[in-house]
């Protein structure tokens, strides 16, 4: 067989296996920046069978609300809260179950998925930041199939309320969840100080 025949065909070949990186268990922080997973493919350009709700519809500093992505079956999910058309993350997150924060910019500044397994649903807590008085949206990426995802998910508007005081108490549940190897890690640091 000519030899540019075979180099072409052997490209061809190697063209079709597309390098994608998927991340099942979650830890999604190469895309805290873009929200666009790193699938070798486009987001959906259609709507979205997906909502993300909130408990309320205004916001004072470290006041706690309910998050709620719901839908069509999903494997994964990135969230985060945004202010206008700025790429940093606001406030913070509490998570658990099939639910997981990451540190994009700050520690629990996003949430995602701890497994690809499907899901319908799911429940985080944000909490609003105490440095901000602007409007505030929470947006997400959700991951149908490995190539089927849509971003731009966007939540209803926040705004700020000063005198809406509710629901500001911190938690009392214990511990949070965190990554193992950062946890091991802690461990280490306090045992050798010790």
């Not at 999604?28 to 486009?42: F, I, L, Q, R, W």
């Not at 991951?143 to 629901?167: H, P």
């Amino acid at each position: 067989m000519d030899p540019i025949l075979q180099t072409s065909i052997f490209l061809l070949a190697l063209y079709h296996f597309d390098c994608t990186s998927g991340y099942p268990n979650g830890q999604v922080e190469s895309s805290c920046y873009s929200m666009v997973p790193d699938h070798g493919a486009s987001a959906q350009s259609s709507t979205a069978p997906y909502s993300l709700s909130l408990s309320k519809s205004t916001y004072s500093a470290g006041q706690r609300m309910t998050v709620t992505l719901a839908g069509s079956s999903f494997k994964g999910f990135l969230i985060q809260a945004r202010s206008g058309g700025s790429s940093n993350p606001l406030g913070s997150f509490t998570a658990s179950g099939n639910a997981q924060t990451l540190y994009c910019t700050t520690a629990a500044s996003a949430v995602s998925h701890t497994s690809g397994t499907s899901k319908s649903s799911i429940q985080v807590t944000w909490v609003a930041p105490s440095n901000t008085n602007s409007d505030i949206q929470l947006r997400a990426t959700v991951v149908q199939s490995e190539r089927v995802f849509w971003t731009g998910i966007l939540s209803s508007k926040l705004t700020y309320n000063a005198n809406d005081t509710s629901d500001t108490s911190p938690s009392n549940s214990g511990f949070q969840h965190c990554a193992p190897l950062y946890c091991i890690f802690v461990l280490m640091v306090t045992i050798l100080w010790i």
